[in-house]
């Protein structure tokens, strides 16, 4: 699997500027923090990475455990 | 980030089989468990979009599971997925009623048809993803 958003829950301020930035709308708020409801609509630009205000999210290969 | 994802409850692989393909379609993570402490730590853990649990020769054990499952986790969608051959309706409906009962969505009975598989769990996938963040799963859903 390719390398998608992942979210540090103690970084995430839940701005929703990931979700705003996102060019193919992979991204959702679920409540206060966002939820990558498309995955696989999901082209790893990292504009999510760059734009948040906390450095919560980054880019790597989902973990099964 | 959190991503929907399937819970596999079963002893052989075969449901998780199943349904990989479509998983792998929509980049959904599939976690797959053979013992029910196991499974209900993951459940309590991952907060899966949809938990398929196969039931198998002793009926009890997979019903108490369901019953803790819906117990930790009552917003998580339980399909269970009987692999146990029963005799005639009366039992099957026996059975789903009391699954029902203790909070499954849907059971399946033999033969476990991967289209019917496929089709349930990306109905309950959009369904968990509409109500979690409240907008569609799927702009196909709007029309």
Sequence with gaps: MRELPTLDDTRCIGSGDCVAVCPTHCLAMAGPVPWL????????????????????????????? | MKLPQVVVYESDGSLAGQIRRLADENAWLVRESRQSPACLELVSEVRPSVLL???????????????????????????????????????????????????????????????????????????????????????????
């Excluded at chain 2, 997979?62 to 930790?72: D, F, K, Q």
């Excluded at chain 2, 269970?80 to 699954?99: C, T």
């Excluded at chain 2, 969505?105 to 476990?112: H, K, M, S």
């Design chain 1, 37 to 65: 409801i498309r995955p696989a609509d999901c082209v790893s630009c990292a504009a999510c990475v760059a734009v948040c205000p906390t450095d919560a999210i980054r880019l790597e290969r989902p973990r099964l455990a």
């Design chain 2, 53 to 143: 649990l196969k039931l198998e020769r002793e009926l009890q054990d997979g019903l108490t599971l369901l019953a803790r499952v819906v117990e930790r986790a009552p917003d998580c969608p339980v399909v269970l997925v009987s692999d146990v051959k029963m005799d005639g309706a009366e039992q099957r409906a026996q059975l789903s009623a009391l699954a029902m009962d203790l909070g499954a969505r849907y059971v399946l009975f033999p033969p476990l048809q991967t289209p019917v598989i496929e089709d349930l769990v990306s109905g309950l996938m959009a369904a968990t993803i509409r109500r979690t963040v409240g907008a569609p799963a799927d702009e196909s859903d709007d029309a």
